[in-house]
């Protein structure tokens, strides 16, 4: 079982910079694929990093250059960092893990990950 919080989340100026955290909690998930995904309200949930368990990253284009993913295994958690933030990055932000063997991928599915944080809000304005 795998457990995840998601911490962070808040309001900024287009431009300015959070970071967001997930705890991760579980004796295997640093093998497992994680991902952030964001939701905003009456659209699918969309897929923005994963990491897997060797750190390799993938970034959905929309965020690439300014957002960076990385995971502290020793501190059981994982950090997004989030620069030169977007109107359009104002989501509910969750982490997501999968065991499974599929890819792992930004691109990856909702479905396919068994393991969900309660989401963050990020909220930007212009």
């Known amino acids: 079982q795998v457990q995840l919080v998601e911490s962070g989340g808040g309001s900024v100026q287009a431009g300015g910079s959070l970071s967001l955290s997930c705890a991760v909690s579980?004796?295997?998930?640093?093998?497992?694929?994680i991902n952030w995904f964001r939701q905003v309200p009456g659209k699918e949930r969309e897929g923005v990093v994963s990491?897997?368990?060797?750190?390799?990253?993938t970034y959905a284009d929309s965020v690439k250059g300014r957002f960076t993913f990385s995971k502290d295994n020793a501190a059981f958690t994982l950090h997004l960092q989030m620069n030169n933030l977007k109107p359009e990055d104002t989501a509910v932000y969750y982490c997501?893990?999968?065991?499974?063997?599929?890819?792992?991928?930004?691109?990856?599915?909702?479905?396919?990950?068994?393991?969900w944080g309660q989401g963050t809000q990020v909220t930007v304005s212009s």
């Open positions: 997501a893990a999968d065991p499974g063997p599929v890819q792992c991928s930004y691109k990856k599915g909702p479905g396919l990950f068994a393991y």
């Open positions: 579980g004796a295997t998930w640093r093998y497992y694929c």
């Open positions: 990491i897997d368990n060797d750190g390799v990253t």
